[in-house]
């Protein structure tokens, strides 16, 4: 269960590191220009884009470095729950916006991060 943890973690803090990343970077009108999978950026102004981008890097470093340095290891649990609301909210603006298979991505996101919160503060915790 632990390496499935692991494993899991260190995809869902990939993916949302590169994500931050490029949305901390790119100009917001190119992410629309991107494809159908950027266009949620129209609902948005640049700043609001450039913060989630911002959560989304702190998130991924609060899903490895707490744990790795044996600091804090709790925050590894909240980070996941921060990526759950997150993308619980993701979910929401493509729902509304009629992606619905967006939405489907980002229910798999949500459940990757939920599946992290319960083994980290269940059977694999790091508050023992």
Do not use: C, H, Q
């Not at 973690?9 to 949302?16: K, R």
């Not at 959560?55 to 044996?70: N, Y």
């Amino acid at each position: 269960m632990n390496v499935a943890l692991w494993i899991v973690t260190g995809l869902l803090a990939a993916v949302y590191l590169a994500g931050g990343v490029f949305k901390m970077a790119v100009p917001r009108a190119k992410i629309a220009a991107a494809g159908r999978s950027g266009r949620w950026v129209e609902d948005f102004g640049a700043g609001a884009v450039k913060a989630i981008g911002a959560v989304e890097v702190l998130a991924a470093v609060g899903l490895v470095l707490p744990a790795v340095l044996d600091i804090a290891p709790v925050f590894v649990p909240l980070a996941a729950v921060g990526l759950v609301l997150l993308m619980a909210g993701a979910a929401a603006v493509r729902a509304r916006r009629r992606e619905y298979g967006l939405v489907v991505v980002d229910a798999v996101y949500v459940l990757l991060a939920a599946f992290v919160v319960w083994g980290r503060l269940g059977p694999e915790s790091f508050l023992n």
